[in-house]
């Protein structure tokens, strides 16, 4: 009973991930037709900024601290004080503050849209539209997409200068580094390829972030009940794919050997 129960749940699930690939292309097509719905998408980009800046820096901050007291006691007994904010900037820019902001939008905003077009769906609200001749695509779907690709970016990089504020705090403060020497080593390790690889992490996530919760909403069944599992399974589904597409990301960016430590003074 559970095996069959297990598999009618993978199956499920493969198909509503093919269904949100098929959506992404969709979204392509009515992108380069230059179907924009300017008002919607104004609308989606302060739910998906303003609103999420507070929990995405709080993050961020207390990121960039715990990650600092973790490296700097360490590496100052093996007499490398020195390279602390250098390797602070280059694990918050490559990968914490684009992966870690993405995982807030994910549980904020994912949700939020699986919620809200998955009670759109059950409702009949999609339907209607379609009577009025509105494609949802363009009235719901890329909206949010444009949205969460234009503002995720920007949280980022107001992420990682919170990190490296947090970091800062906790290593002139309580290690007792000097802030020149902490500001100095974080200039010198890193490089604009690296700000631009978490631009373009950020905007992968977003985009994947907003097609994942929109498809799953319209894919939603079984009233009240199939909206809570929609939204769950978005976010679940958002998370997992966020962390294999930045393994991907990863290793197209920086694979083979590194030079931000021979860079450095």
């Given amino acids: 009973m559970n095996q069959t129960t297990s598999k009618s749940s993978l199956g499920e699930w493969s198909q509503r991930l093919l269904a949100a690939i098929f959506l992404g292309g969709q979204v392509l097509v009515h992108l380069l037709k230059g179907k924009i719905h300017r008002r919607n998408t104004l609308e989606q980009m302060a739910a998906v900024g303003p609103d999420s800046l507070f929990i995405a820096l709080l993050t961020a901050i207390f990121v960039g601290a ?21 390797v602070l900037a280059i694990a918050l820019t490559r990968e914490l503050a684009p992966v870690l902001t993405a ?47 234009l503002m995720l970016p920007i ?8 990190g490296m504020f947090g970091g800062f705090i906790i290593a002139t403060n309580i290690y007792n580094l000097s802030d020149t020497v902490f500001l100095d080593s974080a200039r010198n390790f890193l490089g604009m390829w690296d700000i631009l690889s ?45 962390f294999v597409t930045n393994f991907f990301l990863s290793w197209l960016m920086f694979q083979g050997t590194g030079s931000a430590f021979l860079q450095s003074p």
């Fill in 66 to 86: 715990v990650f600092t007291i973790q490296v700097a006691r360490e590496f100052i007994n093996f007499g490398a004080g020195n390279v602390i904010g250098g």
């Fill in 103 to 149: 995982v807030v939008l994910a549980g904020r905003v994912g949700s939020a849209f699986a919620a809200e077009i998955g009670t759109m769906r059950v409702s009949e609200q999609i339907d209607a539209m379609l009577m009025l001749r509105t494609d949802p695509i363009d009235y719901l779907v890329i909206p949010r997409v444009l949205a969460c690709c």
């Fill in 155 to 162: 949280l980022t990089l107001l992420s990682l200068l919170t």
């Fill in 198 to 242: 978490a631009m373009i992490k950020a905007c992968c996530f977003g985009i994947l972030i907003a097609v994942i919760g929109c498809s799953w909403g319209l894919t939603t069944t079984g009233g009240a009940k199939g909206v809570g599992q929609s939204t769950t399974t978005a976010v679940v589904t958002a998370l997992l794919i966020i």
